[in-house]
């Protein structure tokens, strides 16, 4: 129910992106959203993860449809700067193209929080994941120079928990 609500409104976006005669443009969902598209995990939530690609102000027309959203900032986002070679398209659309998050970038931009959803998530994702991967993307992102420090030091003390838990 909730995976069909999310594509509805991703279909809404679409129509919407053609309606305003907009061009095409790819968006990358992450998070709970992703963990819910991709068939990640089991949790609800119906709420929109994004990076911040530099949209122009012009598609807030179609953003806005999305209801509850954060739009992420790269610079204050752990992510790896790979992360779009990992995406998986959504396919269905013809005017937006959407992307969600690989299971081991969305795992692994889950360690900054480690809220109580995050630890839920992260034991479903984490037995589907690649270690090898996840350790990829680990050491891209200690390796970014344009993340927050703030961002980057908070990741690495939640990376210590991280690692000791999930054996990465």
Do not use: W
């Not at 911040?52 to 999305?66: E, I, M, Q, S």
């Not at 013809?94 to 970038?105: P, R």
Request: charged residues 30%.
């Amino acid at each position: 129910m909730i995976k069909e609500n999310l594509l509805t409104i991703l279909q809404e976006m679409d129509e919407v992106t053609k309606l305003f005669q907009i061009e095409p443009f790819d968006i990358y969902i992450l998070g709970g959203s992703a963990c819910i598209l991709g068939d990640y995990t089991t949790r609800a939530t119906m709420d929109v993860d994004f990076v911040n690609l530099d949209y122009p102000a012009k598609y807030g027309r179609v953003f806005t449809l999305l209801r509850d959203y954060d739009m992420l900032d790269y610079a204050s986002t752990i992510l790896s700067p790979s992360y779009q070679e990992r995406a998986i398209k959504l396919e269905g659309f013809h005017h937006i193209h959407v992307y969600i998050l690989s299971k081991e970038d969305v795992a692994i931009s889950k360690i900054i929080r480690l809220a109580e959803k995050d630890e839920e998530d992260l034991k479903q994702i984490i037995p589907q994941c690649d270690r090898k991967q996840l350790n990829t993307i680990i050491q891209e992102i200690m390796d970014r120079e344009d993340l927050l420090q703030s961002k980057k030091e908070e990741f690495e003390r939640k990376l210590v928990r991280f690692r000791e838990k999930y054996h990465v």
